[in-house]
């Protein structure tokens, strides 16, 4: 079947993590990219991907007119190179005219650009329900939306967690799941180890996946934090966070029955005390120099980042704070070379720092990388895997190597 996808506010991003988990995934605008796959494609896993849809095989009306009896509320995004909001808005009230014609009542969901925003299509169910339709034009090829980002989830997932530490610079959710997932394909259950865990966002992230979070961090505090998050999310398996139970098992975050609570809805760490939550994989240690247990499946993490900064940095700040990371990430990838076997793949989040100028001076360090036994792949510009929000300071820059 072929999909298509619509990218993220960062398409490169987007597009490179769609490219580690379909073949031949190709970008026909800056928007969106189409690929063709066996199985269909979970909008819950891709945090580079606002929408999936499937190739529509029957035109548009025929597909309206096969829906189930009752109302439909319908949706229309024009995602062509030279979008068009009137095109949309004119496609949606033409089958809404045909469709009353044969008795049929639809609902059209306004258009305030041509392409629904995320908000727009979740907020509507578009795509989450049978009768909640939204058609995706592109050209003159018509797609049919399998629901956009759940976006309710995702801010739950980031806001609603006991420990929170403002300081650390918390990682998106939807960026730990693109580093996830530029791991490649992984089995079921694979152990993903993040060295730098923080407040345990990849850890919670690889748990939803149906991967064994594995967590390892220099600070107690940060410790102890992962270790309250991964127990309430295992308290909440089976709601809106988007945990099921299944993963929740694979993962090892529970041991036991869970039995689903109201969706919509967080249920507070039950007792307050983890302890009594069954044992998460999450330890102290100094990332340069732990020994970690095996299996080691994948690495993903977001390193140390250095100083939080709001303004940039003048040049013997930016020089320390360059050396201060460089040691640290250096250090780790040389103390884990030995420990991971050949294949193993590493996704890191490291720090770039942006410049007066709106450059971003990035460290260099890909070469001394390559010389400690890593492949670093080398399809991506510097600057296009770049995390940053307009005027954040420290940016992540996203780098993908491969144990040789
Ligand atoms: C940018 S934060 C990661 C935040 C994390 N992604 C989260 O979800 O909260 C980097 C973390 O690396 C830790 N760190 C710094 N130096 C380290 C080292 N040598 N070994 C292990 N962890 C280290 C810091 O304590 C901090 O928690």
Excluded at 118 to 147: D, F
Excluded at 166 to 186: E, S
Excluded at 239 to 262: C, E, F, M, Q, Y
């Amino acid at each position: 079947m072929q999909y298509l996808a619509v990218l993220g506010r960062q398409p490169e991003i987007s597009l490179a993590e769609l490219q580690a988990q379909f073949k031949d995934v190709h970008k026909i605008s800056n928007k969106v990219a189409i690929f063709k796959n066996d199985q269909v494609p979970d909008t819950n896993r891709f945090g580079g991907t606002l929408k999936f849809a499937k190739l529509l095989t029957k035109m548009p009306f025929d597909y309206l007119i096969s829906l189930p009896e009752g109302k439909i509320t319908l949706g229309v995004s024009d995602y062509s190179k030279k979008p068009s909001k009137k095109r949309a808005e004119n496609e949606a009230l033409k089958l809404k005219r045909t469709m009353k014609k044969r008795g049929r009542n639809v609902r059209v969901v306004p258009n305030k650009t041509p392409e629904l925003s995320t908000a727009t299509s979740h907020h509507n169910q578009l795509g989450e329900k049978p009768r909640h339709v939204e058609l995706i034009l592109v050209e003159k090829t018509w797609y049919l939306s399998l629901g956009a980002q759940n976006i309710t989830a995702y801010a739950k997932r980031d806001q609603a967690r006991p420990a929170r530490d403002a300081k650390v610079g918390m990682l998106p959710p939807k960026l730990a799941q693109i580093l996830i997932n530029l791991c490649g394909p992984l089995k079921p259950g694979a152990r993903v180890l993040d060295p730098f865990c923080g407040t345990g966002v990849v850890l919670q992230e690889a748990a939803l996946m149906g991967y064994t979070p594995y967590g390892t961090g220099l600070s107690e505090r940060m410790v102890e934090y992962s270790k309250k998050n991964l127990a309430w999310l295992a308290s909440t398996a089976g709601n809106s966070a988007n945990i099921s139970p299944r993963s929740a098992r694979l993962a090892g975050l529970a041991d036991r029955a869970i039995t689903p609570v109201k969706t919509g809805v967080i249920a507070p760490v039950a007792s307050g005390n983890i302890n009594e939550l069954p044992a998460v994989d999450v330890s102290q240690g100094d990332a340069t120099s732990y020994t970690w247990s095996a299996p080691i499946d994948a690495v993903a993490c977001e390193t140390y980042l250095g100083p939080p900064m709001s303004t940039p940095p003048v040049d013997i700040k930016l020089k320390t704070a360059k050396q201060e990371c460089q040691t640290i990430i250096l250090g780790f990838l040389k103390n884990i070379s030995t420990q991971i076997t050949p294949g193993t793949p590493l996704v890191l989040a490291i720090p770039a720092w942006l410049r007066p100028d709106n450059t971003y001076s990035h460290l260099n360090i890909l070469d001394e990388i390559a010389n400690l036994g890593y492949n670093v792949e080398k399809n991506f510009g510097r600057n296009n895997l770049l995390y940053a929000r307009t005027g954040q300071v420290v940016a992540r820059e996203i780098i993908i190597l491969r144990k040789k």
